[in-house]
């Protein structure tokens, strides 16, 4: 796809709706625009907002942009995060409790937000109590990235379960995604990447009535044209989004460079 200045393009693939922005700043706001409408409606009719986040280089402008806008109900929101590391301290710079405290938590005040504890020394009642937790909360609005293995939360392709039972659980991160999180400098090494994580299964996020995706970056662009592409399948996570009855992936020029084609945008 040409690097020129692009008019926001929308098209769809299955039941998933995609917006391709001009560069990954337009990308965020309209992702955060997305969700403070989402916000808004769910304000009127509730008195608690369940709403998950998602952290990394995918939501730094979505979450600027979204913590800026003035009139949102952020007194009924209860948070959640998708996942966090085993065995890293809060204040390591990676630790995805430090990212939402910085980025949200701190700036807006929230009804609540519920906090993945990997150090815990039960990691399985921490996964139990987090899944509790959530059903009470019934999230309507989930925000989520896509990994460059095409994981959804830390549900990397080798543990990734469509019907998985639990709504929480343990992983091992398997090789690419702890190679991503080095390269976009969350970690000085790669064998500096926790080999274990906490997250929410699939089939937890897929409840959520309200997906809206944030996908920017060139190193984006192999996996997107996969999630696209391939037959629905654990090998490549994300390709389950093309069945969630409203999800809308939020794209830049970068991530949509292998998506040339009429196939996309008639």
């Known amino acids: 796809m040409s690097s020129e200045v692009i008019q926001v393009k929308h098209f769809t693939v299955g039941t998933m709706k995609l917006e391709i922005h001009p560069s990954r700043k337009a990308a965020g706001e309209a992702a955060a625009r997305a969700t403070a409408e989402a916000l808004k409606e769910l304000g009127v009719v509730s008195d608690s907002i369940g709403v998950i986040f998602a952290t990394g280089a995918s939501q730094v402008d979505t979450l600027d942009v979204l913590t800026g806008i ?18 890293i301290s809060t204040d390591h710079p990676a630790s995805f409790r430090r990212y939402l405290r910085e980025k949200l938590t701190q700036k807006v005040k929230l009804k609540e937000f519920s906090e993945i504890d990997g150090n815990a020394p039960n990691l399985g009642q921490v996964c139990q109590d987090y899944a509790q937790k959530l059903n009470a909360a019934d999230p309507q609005l989930c925000l ?8 959804l939360a830390f549900n990397d392709p080798s543990v990734a379960d469509f019907s998985d039972p639990l709504n929480v659980k343990i992983v091992q991160l398997d090789p690419v995604c702890r190679q991503q999180q080095a390269a976009e400098g969350w970690f000085e090494r790669f064998q500096d990447v926790p080999e274990r994580a906490i997250t929410l299964t699939i089939p937890m996020i897929f409840r959520v009535p309200k997906l809206i995706v944030s996908v920017p970056g060139s190193r984006k662009a192999k996996i997107i044209r996969r999630t696209l592409e391939e037959s629905i399948a654990t090998k490549c996570p994300s390709s389950i989004l093309r069945t969630h009855p409203d999800v809308t992936i ?7 460079d292998e998506l040339d084609g009429d196939e996309f945008f008639n």
């Open 70 to 87: 003035e009139n949102l109900p952020w007194s009924k929101v209860c948070g959640f995060h998708l996942d966090e590391y085993v065995g």
């Open 144 to 151: 989520l990235g896509i990994g460059e293995n095409g994981h």
């Open 250 to 256: 939020y794209l830049d020029i970068d991530s949509a």
